[in-house]
């Protein structure tokens, strides 16, 4: 069981003190929204006071009051960075948390330099991030438990205006994107991905800068395929490492090394518009004999130009 559980606030938390009464017990000042002070809770002993068989917020509320436990306020602002936080996370063991998507990766360097096993949200695209896709590259982390499409709740202040749903009476946000980044074993990194389809290259076009196929969704992945391919972020829920290495990502030279230069590059708005087209030199592109309905990139030296979202590049370890 967990010997100790810490958990901290910042300064003006839309959400703090909405759900246990903490200045009550500390003789804080009233929390109003946007002027909250920065808290820690420790809790050392958990006992079932009331008696329900379950652990509630009632519980919580009288864990507070018990000798053995601790509510107070930080001295600094709670935020990650500060010493305070640092000497706390020092203490930890594990990390679950629902970080500042804004500082994720300076969040997750954070917890691997102080080699924290950790079970933290996160967008779905940080995987793209340089120095996140390095993590995930070289297992030293992975996405969590897959949540089957849907989205994440977060309970929010009634003041909040957008990507809201009233949900008995509660208003609550749904970004979209949100997954389960972890360095903690789950089974699902175990179950290999039953592949049905054969390789066809009328089927799987040839990026045009890259020696690798485009595959567009994960389940057309080809059970025969030798090389290497590019696959959807996506395929990161299904991926289990003894059956694919993750070679690099196309989105970033600093990720994969392009085998073509594109001359006098433009890129084509959907509205004609022409603009500096530089970025197709750092992503994986795919030649179109067609002028293409959307976004396009054009140059002296090819054709019509398409660039997928990031595409993750795999190879196959079980037909090596």
Known sequence: GLKKLITTSYNK???????????????LKPIKPKNAEAHRIE?????????????GLEDVKQLLEHDANVSAPLKD????????????????????????????????????????????????????????????????M?????????NILFQIPDYYESYYKIIDGKKYAFPKGV???????VPKRS??????????????????????????????????????MGVPITFLHKYNPDQFEIVGLGNSRDNFTPNKNYQN???ILRDGTKQNGNAINCVLAIESKIKPDGIYYISDNSKYLIA?????????????
């Open 77 to 140: 602002n709670g935020d990650f960075r500060s010493e305070e936080c640092i000497k706390l996370l020092k203490e930890a063991d594990i990390v679950v948390t629902n970080p500042p998507f804004s500082l994720f990766r300076e969040y997750v360097t954070q917890l691997v330099e102080h080699k924290k096993k950790f079970l933290i949200m996160g967008n779905q695209n940080a995987i793209t991030y340089k120095e996140i896709f390095k993590l995930i590259k070289e297992n030293k």
């Open 13 to 27: 938390s839309p959400i703090a003190g909405r759900q246990l009464p903490l200045f009550e017990m500390e003789g």
């Open 179 to 185: 997954v389960w980044f972890t360095n903690f074993d």
């Open 142 to 150: 992975w996405l969590g438990q897959s949540l089957n499409g849907k």
């Open 43 to 55: 809790i050392n002993k958990v006992p079932d006071l009331n008696k329900d068989g379950a652990i």
């Open 191 to 228: 179950e290999e991905l039953v592949l049905y389809k054969k390789y066809d290259k009328k089927e799987y076009p040839k990026f045009d800068n890259y020696d690798a196929i485009n595959i567009d969704r994960t389940e057309q992945i080809p059970m025969d395929y030798t090389g290497v």
């Open 308 to 320: 997928p979202y990031a595409r993750i590049l795999i190879r196959n370890k079980k037909i090596i």
């Open 265 to 267: 590059p433009y890129k």
